[in-house]
């Protein structure tokens, strides 16, 4: 039987004749899958009407008012601060659902541990009013305080008992806190991990009333060494790049310190996207260990292009940075020549927003080139050689333009990922078309910079500290044209305030002065400028000292920045701003001006509606002098936070 006579007569077998002679019918058997078949799809199309429907006519449910009783120690408008739930503000409703509902009640349950409030419940409910709206009400028990009365440890042999209590926070006679506590458990891990004890456990004990006696128990476990260590993820890059930036060998002790500097050198390179040191098992027994490195190669070339707001630094570095927006694109090779030579070529366009007419002619032009390596022979000194031409517009008010090309050698050394330490030698060439106001000038300095950086976000930073120190000298022993030198020392604060608000503040103070009295005049270029929508906005960009609408700089500076930082609503927000500053060409001058500034000159204040978007802020600002009632104020247009 043929392939097609099998199948004329499976289907000829599920047929049988009709009595009546209508013709063929489908036989039992096959009627009863029919059925089965159209049952299923009915079920379906009901299955899916029904879904649709749901989806259709559900309704949803908007938070109304939220009430707070029996809470006596923590107020209630700390509460609501804490709770995902929020009553309508202007145009904002919040959608009400019960798992809110009960995470917020262990939300309060949670907050009032971290106060000592060990014994507190809280009940939720809500109801539905008359309009539709959702009012949610929490009953809360506080019950009594706990104190820590007595703290028992054992089994620390390694790390003394006192540094244990400090970095679990467990203070005699103070409110007991066991989730900070336990949040601590972490951190004690963490200094067993330095030392090689990679198996700590903890156990607590303590009965829960007015006087806590905890007791503490820790294993410390062995201490650990490495055995061997095993590198996933090469394809093109020899083993031999990761392994000497390991600061970790075979046969030590393990150490946390040191795998996470391994780590962040392997990064350095620039050869990696992923990188993830962790210990394994290993064959020799309990107290070993070996040590997985996994890696993700980047592309060892190719084409990195990025834009949005710049910080623009106009010519004159002793100017606070004006606001613009630019675009950048560079061609990178990460292994020139198969070496451990990175090189890149990159080209910059940059406007700078001021006035209309000013951005259309005052653009900055930057081009470099840079090679740079971590190693120079046997010793790990990360620097840069790059080649440069820079087109400023002068003080970026004026039509003139400056052009700037030279030679920059840098060395960068990392202390960890918030403090870096940078120095450098530059050689540099300063043109102008107009050779009666600014002569050619040759320049050579030796610079170093550090900063300190530990903020929770570069863009719209809430909570941290920023300090830097830049001292420079130019000329002298360097040789060029000038010889003067020049420093700067600059803190910025950002602290958390009631709700979401942020308090900003900004000093700085910057001195520069000739090396000698016969040593020429330290150019215009090079001096200090204030004013504008970054450093003093109750006057024009660089224009705080100005003669004739020229401005003037000067070289003793102060810069003190005061803002509040106030959210409204959505991506819209308002700063509050006090800021004042002082420019003096010498020191007689600059006494005068503090007595002055006692008294307010030198001073403006204002406020700026900011919008939030994913390059940074951009801000609408209306400022306008203290002591100067006759001046009208001073709009601007401004992006990225002014510090």
């Known amino acids: 039987m043929t392939k097609k006579d099998r199948f004329i007569s499976n289907t000829v077998s599920n047929i049988s004749i009709d009595p009546s002679g209508a013709g063929l019918v489908p036989s039992k058997a096959g009627q009863v899958l029919i059925n ?95 309009d539709g709206g959702i009012v949610i009400y929490f009953r809360i028990d506080e019950g009594p305080r706990s104190y820590l009365r007595s703290v028992q440890i054992e089994g620390n042999e390694s790390i003394p008992e006192r540094r244990v209590k400090k970095i679990l926070e467990l203070k005699i006679n103070k409110p007991f806190n066991p989730i900070m506590m336990r949040q601590g458990y972490r951190e004690l891990d ?17 009965f829960v009333d007015k006087q806590i006696d905890l007791k503490l128990s820790i294993k410390e476990g062995p201490i650990m060494e490495i055995d061997t260590i095993l590198i996933d993820g090469l394809v093109r890059v020899e083993p031999s790049a990761i392994h000497r930036e390991l600061v970790f060998s075979p046969q030590s002790v393990y150490n ?16 990696f996207s992923i990188v993830n040191i962790f210990p394994t098992e290993s ?7 070996d040590m997985h490195i996994e890696v993700k190669e980047l592309e060892l070339r190719g084409f990195l292009s990025e834009g949005g707001f710049y910080p ?41 927003i001021t006035t209309f007419e000013e951005m259309i002619t005052n653009q900055v032009l930057r081009f470099e080139t840079t ?64 050779t009666t106001r600014v002569e050619n000038e040759q320049e ?28 420079s000298l130019v000329g002298a022993f360097l040789g060029g044209t000038r010889d003067y030198y020049r420093a700067e020392v600059e803190l910025r604060k950002y602290t958390p305030v009631w709700s979401s608000w942020v308090f900003a503040f900004r000093s700085k103070i910057g001195w520069m002065a000739k090396l000698t009295q016969t040593s020429s005049q330290i ?50 927000g308002m700063d509050l701003f006090v800021e004042g500053g002082i420019l003096a060409s010498n020191e007689n001058e600059f006494w005068d001006q503090l007595n002055e500034w006692k008294n307010g000159t030198g001073w403006n204040y204002g406020a700026e509606i900011t919008v939030s978007t994913p390059f940074g802020p951009i801000r609408f600002c209306y400022a306008k002098q203290m002591n100067n009632p006759e001046m009208k104020g001073m709009p601007f247009l401004g992006l990225l936070y002014a510090f």
Do not use: C
Not at 283 to 289: C, E, L, P
């Open 190 to 206: 963490k200094e067993y991990r330095k030392i090689g004890r990679l198996n700590t456990l903890i156990d607590e004990n303590y």
């Open 312 to 352: 623009i630094q106009p010519l004159s570095e002793g100017a606070e940075p004006t606001a613009g927006i630019g675009a950048t694109i560079e061609w990178r090779h990460r292994s020139l020549f198969s070496s451990r030579t990175r090189f890149s070529v990159k080209g910059s366009f940059e406007i700078p």
């Open 283 to 289: 064959r020799k027994g309990n107290k070993w260990v």
């Open 371 to 434: 090679f740079s390596r971590l190693w120079i022979g046997r010793l790990r000194v990360p620097n840069s050689l790059r080649i440069f031409f820079e087109r400023f517009p002068e003080f970026i008010l004026e039509e003139e333009t400056l052009n700037r090309y030279g030679v920059e050698w840098d060395y960068l050394h990392k202390y960890s990922d918030e403090s870096i330490l940078k120095g450098g030698i530059r050689w540099i060439k300063i043109k102008s078309g107009d």
């Open 444 to 471: 050579r300095s030796f610079r170093i910079s550090y900063r300190y950086r530990n903020v929770d976000n570069p863009i719209y930073p809430k909570t941290g500290m920023i300090v830097s120190f830049e001292p």
């Open 256 to 271: 946390e310190n040191l795998i996470d500097l391994s780590r962040r050198r392997i990064f350095e390179t620039g050869l």
């Open 36 to 130: 089965k078949k159209f049952l299923f799809l009915i079920l379906l199309l009901f299955s899916v009407v029904f879904v649709i429907q749901g989806q259709i006519t559900a309704k949803k449910y908007y938070v109304k008012s939220i009430h707070f009783e029996g809470n006596k120690y923590l107020s209630t408008s700390k509460l609501r601060r804490v709770i995902k739930l929020k009553e309508p503000r202007f145009l904002q409703y919040v959608e009400f659902n019960r798992r809110s509902l009960k995470l917020d009640a262990l939300t309060i349950k949670n907050y009032y541990s971290f106060e000592g409030y060990l014994q507190t419940r809280v009940e939720e409910s809500f109801e539905i009013a008359e």
């Open 523 to 572: 150019p215009d270029y090079d001096l200090f400028y204030l004013g504008g929508s970054t450093s003093l906005r109750g006057w024009e960009s660089q224009m705080f000292i100005s003669d004739e609408n020229d401005p003037k700089g000067g070289t003793l500076k102060v810069l003190m920045n005061l803002e509040f930082r106030i959210p409204i609503w959505w991506r819209f």
